[in-house]
Each structure stands twice: as C-alpha cells, then as structure tokens.
C-alpha cells in the first residue's frame, strides 16, 4: 500500500514532467487559432526542449558558480513543489511532507535563485527582470497564501490532501470566501507564471521583459531547465486552481480506474483552463509595469476579502 | 551559599566568572604579549559554559541560589529554569562564534588609534551582563545586569569615536536604553508593591488587580519593546548597531535584542499571574506593524550594516507576532495554540541569532577585506571571498524564510499558530488575526526581496570598486566562525522536530505544559497541532531536493555535450568593449520599483540638479518614525522643560522659598 502510493508520486512528477509542455503547446495552439494562424505543432515545446539539451552551454567570463547553480536549484524546487500537488489523486503521502505554506515556500525559494541568477552575469538586463520578478512576487506571494489560508482555515487543515478531500465531503456548497479566493488565485497565477497582461513570455523586448530578462544569459542545457521549470510552474498553477476549486473526478482511491478517471477529468479541466488562458491572453493587453502591482493588490484584496467572509460569515457556527 | 549547587548552576557561575575574567584580562593587551589570546579565550569558555549550562537547565528542573552580593536586606537571587537556559544557549551560542571569528576581526584595531584593551574589555562585561539578566531571580539584580549590558555597550557603540555619526548614534542609543530602563524599572515597581518584595518569586505570587496589571504590563511592554527596538521605538536601531564593530554588531542584533525578548517573555508569561487578550492584541498589532516597516526600511538601505540593523526590527517584529499569538490564545483558553505561538517566537528568537549574527560577521568579513560598507560599490565579492560568500548566501537563504533553513520553520510555525484563530470566538479577534497573518506574509516576501538585492549586489555580478576588485578571503578563525554559524541555521531547519523537543521544556516549566504532540510522531515529522491539521516533514524535503539535484545533474552531464563554454556576455550590439560594471543594476535601483509601490510610507527627499553639463541625482529615503515620533516627543519635552526654567530666576531667596516649601511638603508625607 505505501509502497504503491510513493510509486504513484513517482508517476506524478512524470506525468507532470511530460504534461507541462504539452500544456505549453495547447495554450499555443489555441492562441494560435484565435488569431487565424495555424500554430506550431503539438510536439513543438518537447522539440525545443531536446534541442536545448544538445546544444553547447555558453556561461559568461563573469559568472560565477551561482549562475551554474540556479537551473538545477530552480528546476528541482519547482518540480518538488508539483509532487505534493495532488494530481489524479488525493492518496498522496508527499502531501504530507510538505503542506501548502511549504508549497509556496519551494516557489520562493525557485524565485529566490532565478533572481540571484539573472544579477550573476553584471548586466543590466538581468537585474532589470530580477527586480521587477521580486516586486511582482513580493506581492503576490501573500496573495496567494491568503487564498490557501482561505481553504486551509475552511477544512481546518494545511495539507493539500485533507483541503481537497474536505471539499469532495462537503460537496458543492458555493461559499463566498472561496469565490474570492479563486479569483485571487487566477490573478496570482497570471502574475506568478509570467502570462499576459503583466509579463508576455514570447517578448525580448527590454523595457517590457520580466522572466525572460533573467534568463537572457542562459543557453544550452541551462536554459533548457530553466524553461521547463517555467512551464512545470504554469502546470501547476493550473492544476492547483481547477485541483482544489473543483476537485470533482479526482481519485480517492488508489486503483486502477479511479486514477485513469482522475487522469481523464484533470485532463479535461486543464485543457478547459488552457482555453479560458489563451483567450484572455488574446483579448488582454499586456500592462505597464507600474499598474502591475494596482493588479496584485486587486489579489491581495480579494484574498483578504475571502478570508475575513469566511471568518465573519461562515465560521460562524 | 548553597552546599549541594547544581552543576548547571556551577556552569552558569563560570560563564559569568569567565566573561568578567577576560574582561580584566583585556585591560593587559598591548602590554603583555599573550593577553590577547588569553582574552579570548576567557571569552570562548564563557560561551561554551553558557552553552552546557542552557543544555542542562533545558533537561533538568530550576535551580536557584542566592549571591553573596548585593544589599544587606537584599540578596542577589540567582535561578536558572528552562527558559534561561534556553537563553543562556542563545547567548553562549553567539559569543562562542564572536570568539573564534574576533582575533581574525581586531587585527585592523591593534595598529589604530583606539585601544584594543577598551574594546576587549566592554566586550567581557557586555556578556557578563547578558548572561547576569538572563540569571537574575529578583528585579534589583535584573536591574544591575541590565544596565552593566546597556552601559558597557554604549561604550562599544561609541569605540570608534572619531566618527560624528558613531557618537550621535551611541548618544541616542544610551538614552533611548536609559527610558527604557526607567519603564522597566517602573514595571517592576508595581509588581514589587503587590508582591511586597524585589524577589521574582514574591512578584509572582503577587495578585493585581486587572488594571494594575494592564498597568504594569504596559510599562514592560513600553520599556522591553524600547530595547528590542519595535516601532515606533526604533530609530535608534539602526543608527547604533551598526557603528559597533561588526563582531560587537553581531552581539547587539543577535544576542542582545533577545535578552530585551527574555525580559518581556520573564515579565508577562511568568511574573504577571492573569493574561489579557488585550495585550495579544496590542503585541500582535505592534509586532506586524515592526515587521513590515523594518523589511521596508531595510529595502531602502544601502549601507549593509543598517540595513541588517532594520531586518532586526522586522525580525523581532515577528518574534513579537508570535508572542502576541500566544497571549491572545493564552489568555482565551486554548492553551494548545497559546503554546504553539510561544514556541514559535522561541524558534524564531534562536533563529534570529543564528542568521542576523552570520550576515554581521559576513558584512563584517566584507568591511575587513574591503573597507567598505556601502553595497553601491561593492560587487562580484563571491568569486573574491568564495567560503565567505557561499555562507552569507546561507544566511540570506535563511532570513528571506525559505525551505529549507532555519527561519522558514519558525515562521511556519507563526502561520501555524495563525491558523488556529478559528477556535476563538470573537469576530474582531478573528479578524485581526488573518490581517497580521496578511503582513507577515507580505514581510516575508519583501525580506526575499531585500536579500537577493543584497546578495546580487554585493556577491555576484562585477567588481564596482578597485578595492572590491582586489578584496581578499579572511583569515581562517574568521571563515570558521562563520560556517560554524551557516552549519547551525541547516541544522535547525533540518531537524526542527529534535529540536522542538529540547525546546519543549520552556513552556512546560513556564505554563505547566508543553507542546507533546509537535513532536509525537518522531524526528521525521513536525506536527505542530495534529498530523491531520498540518505536517512538515524537513529531512525528507531535503533528501528529495538533493536527489532531484544530484539526478538532473547526472544526466544533463552525460548528454552529448557536456562542455561549458565561456564566452562573454551578450553586449546589446555594443562595439566597443564589454559591458562596464557601471551599467549594472545598483541596489538603490533594484528598489526603485518596491520604494515606488510603497512610496507614501517613506520620508523621501529625491530631486535632480543641473550643474555644469551634468545632471546629479539625489535621493535620500529617511524614516517617518523621526517625524511622527520622536520629533514630537523631543519637542514636548523641550516645551516641559523650558517651562521648568522659570523656577531658575537666578534669585537666591526664591531658591530657598523652593527649599523650604519642599521640605514641608517630605515632612507632611512622612508624617
């Protein structure tokens, strides 16, 4: 039994280690048809990543064993920070070593490193992204612990597991605070993955770049990590958000078919996000950097608001 | 004395004995050849015996004693329980690493102008006071030890006087110790007319009632916060710590705000019988508002030294979180939840001087390699100073609260503690405590903030100055002290749970009960509440991201090209050479953004101005607290006193009028 539940949070970081870019490339594909264009193919982010990892590693004269150190720091956090995400299951025993507060805790400590790598190199790009990303994050980051102390003081738990399984008990009950939650949530998400409208990752532009100003120095295998990290870390947002809003589907067993069912639904739910994500993306325009925080302080509010209605309206009893 | 002294009790004399010793030892160097060393090594036995003696006051019931000091009438009682003991640890702690990283440090002081004997000397009485607060068991002798630290830090405030703005800031920091002392001092008084005595065990048999007790409450709270530095208290923080020499910096911030922490710990959880929620409240808000200003301010900074100094007043803003917790939770009746925040401040207050005290040998480490403090002209020092880099990265790693280091497991403990508020009852309470949940979250993110622009400023990037460009590695004493320091904060963030269980005493001795089920499930696991409410499992959170690691490295590096190239970096189509070190981000430019958002909180003066062909920026960011706080009070104060004057006509009759109506005034009261 434990044996077959730490198997499957073996199968869970690799289905989210194949599934990020084929998420990637459904975003891609759905921008892509929005806008009358064809797109590339489904395959094309796992293209990208394979040439990445043959290519030569270039590192500036300049850089210094922080720089080298950061694609693996950053890809292992991120990836560490999917496996206790319940997936296709709640059986999950990795949520149990890390609640969610340790959760954001791995994304802080991914950012902590991408920042300090795009400072390694001395040029002014990279510090530019690193203290644009820290800002963003800065206020992010208690936005989204708010919204998880939402559900967290709701189930009287902060394990991931036990919030989700609290959800499929009570049933669909539509609650105030976690209506408020779930918006902060999205926003966090938008902010945190670097999507439109507060960061555009297909830009070079230098004056609008964020994510992609602190990784201009990487190549190779480096950069390679470093972009499957990113894409690892809009998987998970997305699974979080439709994971624990709306948990329906997900195994609560660990056989066979009720992970093949909790594949299916998490399938289906991503790729419904996915829509929801490229269409905005296509109607938004991409923000000036200083009404960015306007739009994360939106978040904060709206977590704040969520918690204090739980608190004052249904914790009541 | 006592016949039958504990041995923990016996330590705890030697360290105090050892401290005193090297002390007068210090008063010998530059005269006799071995006194340095002997200094110094009275100082480490010091540590090291505050250190065992913590350990078995942590395993072993209080043991008191009696001085043969003080007043005829009135003795000095000694007494050594868990709590102490767990600050002797702090304290032995610090002072073992200042120790062994000193030598090293005072090289530059021999050859200058000030004494070497001043600074060795202050330092032995410095410790023995902490160590002498921490012990005391009635208020005359807290009250002595208190000032023995206050005074002899002053004078190390103020060592190298020869700077105006060292002894403008040792002047307000003796005077700022000075009022609240006078508060303390008051706070004790009321306890002492209930209880009858100055003895801490008559003090806390004492009944009060619940004004006088808010009362004295207040007092402490004013008096101990004035010490810790909580806003709005604080602006002498930052203007004293760093003028000290960065080892005595590195006492100040580490150890000596903790011993204001024990005194306010000492003064409400045990000496105070009934706890209010109201003063939770007044804590918690407090607490919240220190933390967020001091990570704010910090931000600001680009003199290392004062912005460590400010991430103190954000530090024990958090350690103030926690406590404001537990006594709210305490004084409603979920004593589980009140334990848990107690601990939680406890944790914090042991990691805080784990961390604040590596980055003050760290900056310390820079200004002895560089001579400079000023992070605008420091840059690329990781490749200069690799041990000292790759440690200060672990204490920046571990001040932002990031898994898995030592001060992500204090402030998860914090949240923990939090998340517990749906047990109260009151709406308002209920409320309040997700808010300053909402802060301590938003500090924590700015405290990353604040780091990865120290780090990326002072450590990586390139060379801003010849100086720093030719900076060399510090001696080895110096390294050592400060991986001792680095290996700590991993060890407290890997094994909180063994570490809970020593911990565990504190309240167990204090409140008559500890926190049993944070640690039921073995070494693995933290539990703070119940396995089911919430888990945190270190060890493993590290063994998997070591593994990840160890596995993406291995296979990256049999991939079909395995060379790393070094080239330069991308130019931006610039012909002419490579990007200069000027074009880097500066600190005061990363910021830039944060200083923006938050922009209403700061007193800020920046302006432009056109002289000759070239345009000169400046900005200049100064603290609100000068001008909501201190300025008023200083001119209150000042309006006081000149109205007092006018007893001072210069008239000698009226003089004595004075005299004598004061005179009939003492006899009509003690008649």
Redesign the interface.
């Known amino acids: 039994m434990t044996v077959n539940a730490w198997l499957q949070v073996l199968l869970q970081s690799v289905l989210f280690l194949l599934g990020a870019p084929l998420l990637v490339a459904w975003v891609r594909r759905v921008k892509a048809r929005l806008q009358n264009r064809r797109g590339a193919s489904w395959i094309q982010p796992y293209r990208d990543l394979y040439k990445l990892f043959g290519k030569e590693t270039l590192v500036a004269h300049t850089a210094s064993g922080v720089f080298r150190a950061a694609p693996y720091m950053v890809f292992a956090s991120t990836l560490l920070a999917c496996t206790v995400v319940p997936l296709i299951t709640v059986r999950l025993p990795s949520a149990a070593v890390a609640d969610v507060i340790v959760l954001v805790g791995f994304l802080a400590l991914g950012r902590f490193f991408l920042a300090l790598a795009g400072m390694d190199v001395g040029t002014a790009f990279g510090g530019m992204g690193s203290s644009r990303e820290m800002l963003i994050s800065a206020l992010a980051e208690p936005a989204m612990l708010l919204a998880v102390f939402t559900l967290a003081m709701t189930a009287h738990s902060t394990n991931l597991a036990s919030v989700i399984d609290h959800q499929l008990i009570s049933g669909l009950i539509l609650r105030p605070s976690y209506l408020f939650a779930l918006m902060s949530l999205v926003l966090v998400a938008v902010a945190e993955t670097g999507r439109i409208p507060i960061d555009n990752p297909t830009t070079h532009l230098e004056l609008t770049m964020i994510h992609e100003a602190m990784i201009l120095e990487y190549s190779g295998r480096h950069l390679a990590l470093m972009e499957w990290a990113a894409q690892l870390k809009l998987m998970l947002y997305g699974v979080l958000i439709v994971n624990v809003f709306l948990p329906w589907g997900i195994g609560t067993q660990l056989t066979l078919p009720a992970l093949a069912t909790g594949l299916l639904f998490v399938i289906g739910k991503l790729l419904l996000l996915g829509v929801i994500l490229a269409v905005a993306e296509t109607g938004l325009a991409k923000m000036r950097l200083f009404r960015a925080p306007a739009f994360l302080n939106l978040a904060l509010l709206l977590a704040l608001l969520g918690l204090l209605s739980h608190v004052i309206l249904e914790a009541a009893a | 004395m006592n016949p039958t002294l504990p041995l923990s009790l016996i330590l705890a004399y030697v360290a105090v004995l050892a401290a005193l010793g090297s002390a007068g030892v210090a008063l010998a160097t530059g005269r006799l050849p071995g006194a340095k060393g002997l200094m110094f090594l009275l100082l480490g036995v010091s540590g090291a015996a505050a250190v065992a003696a913590g350990l078995m006051a942590l395993a072993s019931i209080p043991a008191g004693g009696d001085l043969p000091l003080g007043l005829p009438w009135l003795p000095w009682h000694v007494r050594l329980d868990a709590l102490a003991g767990f600050f002797l640890i702090v304290v032995g702690l610090i002072v073992l690493a200042v120790t062994v990283y000193g030598p090293g440090y005072v090289r530059d002081f021999e050859h200058g102008q000030d004494p070497l004997s001043a600074l060795g000397s202050f330092t032995g009485l410095f410790v023995a006071g902490m160590l002498l607060v921490v012990l005391a068991d009635d208020a005359f002798l807290f009250m002595v030890a208190w000032e023995l630290m206050s005074l002899s830090s002053y004078f190390l405030v103020v060592y190298q006087h020869e700077h105006a703005a060292n002894r403008r800031g040792a002047f307000l920091y003796l005077l700022m110790a000075h009022i609240g002392a006078l508060f303390i001092l008051l706070g004790y008084g009321v306890l002492a007319a209930f209880g009858g005595s100055f003895a801490f065990d008559a003090m806390r048999g004492a009944t009060l009632s619940p004004l006088w007790a808010s009362v004295a409450f207040g007092l402490a709270f004013v008096g101990f916060g004035m010490k810790a530095g909580l806003v709005p208290m604080h602006a002498w923080l930052p203007e004293a710590h760093p003028a000290a020499p960065s080892h005595i910096s590195a006492l100040m911030s580490g150890v000596m705000l903790k011993v204001a922490v024990y005194g306010f710990i000492r003064f409400t959880f045990d000496l105070l019988g009934q706890i209010q929620w109201q003063w939770g409240v007044a804590v918690l808000i407090i607490g919240s508002i220190s933390a967020l200003m001091g990570v704010l301010y910090a931000l600001m900074q680009h003199d290392l030294k004062r912005l460590l100094a400010y991430h103190s007043v954000e530090n024990i803003g958090i350690i103030f979180i926690g406590l404001g917790l537990g006594l709210i939770f305490l004084a409603t009746g979920h004593p589980v939840a009140g334990v848990l925040g107690l601990i939680a401040a406890l944790y914090h207050t042991l990691n805080h001087a784990l961390f604040k005290s590596l980055l003050f040998l760290g900056a310390g480490a820079i200004l002895h390699a560089t001579h400079e403090r000023d992070l605008e002209r420091m840059?690329?020092l990781?490749?200069r100073m690799?041990w000292t880099?790759f440690y200060f990265?672990i204490g920046c790693?571990s001040i932002?609260?990031?898994?898995p280091f030592n001060g992500?497991v204090s402030e998860?403990l914090t949240?923990?503690t939090a998340?517990q508020?749906?047990q109260l009852s009151g709406?308002v309470l209920?409320?309040l405590i997700?808010?300053a949940?909402?802060m301590l979250?938003?500090t924590?993110?700015?405290a990353?903030?604040c780091?990865?622009?120290v780090?990326?400023?002072a450590?990586?990037?390139?060379a801003r100055t010849r100086r720093v460009r030719r900076a060399r590695p510090v001696t080895f004493g110096m390294r050592s002290a400060q991986g001792f320091l680095a290996l700590l904060c991993l060890l407290a963030g890997i094994f909180p749970a063994s570490l809970l269980k020593w911990l565990n005493a504190v309240p167990d001795q204090l409140l008559g009960r500890g926190l049993s089920t944070a640690t039921a499930h073995g070494w693995l696991?933290l539990t703070p509440v119940a396995?089911?409410?919430?888990?945190?499992?270190a060890p493993?959170?590290v063994l998997?991201?070591v593994l990840?690691?160890w596995v993406?490295?291995l296979l990256?590096r049999r991939?079909?090209?395995r060379?790393?190239?070094?080239?330069?970096?991308?130019?931006c189509g610039f012909t002419d050479g490579l990007?200069t070190?000027r074009?880097?981000?500066t600190a005061t430019?990363?910021?830039?953004?944060?200083r923006?958002?938050f922009g209403v909180l700061f007193h800020m003066d920046e302006r432009v101005e056109r002289e000759g062909g070239g345009i000169r920026h400046q900005l200049h960011v100064g603290d609100r607290a000068w001008e909501l706080f201190y300025v008023p009070v200083a001119r209150r104060i000042q309006a006081l006193s000149r109205r007092v004057t006018r007893l001072q006509g210069g008239n000698v009759r009226v003089y004595l009028g004075w005299s004598l109506g004061t005179l009939l005034v003492l006899l009509w009261l003690i008649s």
């Open positions: 840059g690329g990781f490749r690799p880099g990265l790693i932002s609260a990031l898994p992500f998860w949240f923990q998340l508020s749906w709406g209920r409320s997700p808010v949940a909402a979250a938003l924590g993110a700015l990353a903030a780091f990865v622009k780090y990326g400023v450590f990586l990037g390139q696991w396995p089911e409410t919430a888990s945190y499992s493993i959170v998997a991201l990840l690691w993406s490295a990256l991939g079909r090209v060379q790393v190239r070094r080239c330069d970096p991308w130019d990007p070190a074009m880097q981000y430019a990363f910021a830039q953004p944060i923006r958002v």
